[in-house]
Nanobody
Framework: QVQLVESGGGLVQAGDSLRLSCAAS????????MAWFRQAPGKEREFVAN????????YYADSVKGRFTISRDDTKNSMYLQMNGLRPEDTAIYYC??????????????????WGQGTQVTVSS
């Protein structure tokens, strides 16, 4: 059974940095795509970034490109999201997601069957 556990959220000021972590367990992720999504109050869950585990190829939403960096550590079965230059509009619950079968790396929530419980990120102005 796949389990994803996020950590690293918190309350920061605009311009600060945070690093989120997602610990994955339950099976091999060598063929996975893993992603970060976020959901602000009253809004739909939106794509932030994904990484193809085997190749390390990444893809970002325009809203975070140049500020956020997604990475993975195969030795620790973990994925990370380094967030720099945080803005109040980045405030949301951040979710880790994974899929083990894909044609192209998904950018919508429906493309990911496995989800973590989420971690809150709050950016004050």
């Amino acid at each position: 059974q796949v389990q994803l556990v996020e950590s690293g959220g918190g309350l920061v000021q605009a311009g600060d940095s945070l690093r989120l972590s997602c610990a994955a367990s339950g099976r091999s992720f060598s063929s996975a795509v893993m992603a970060w999504f976020r959901q602000a109050p009253g809004k739909e869950r939106e794509f932030v970034a994904n990484v193809v585990w085997r190749t390390g190829r990444t893809y970002y939403a325009d809203s975070v490109k140049g500020r956020f960096t997604i990475s993975r550590d195969d030795t620790k079965n973990s994925m990370y999201l380094q967030m720099n230059g945080l803005r109040p509009e980045d405030t949301a619950i951040y979710y880790c997601a994974a899929t083990l079968a894909f044609f192209a790396p998904p950018v919508t929530p429906s493309g990911y069957p496995y989800w973590g419980q989420g971690t809150q990120v709050t950016v004050s102005s």
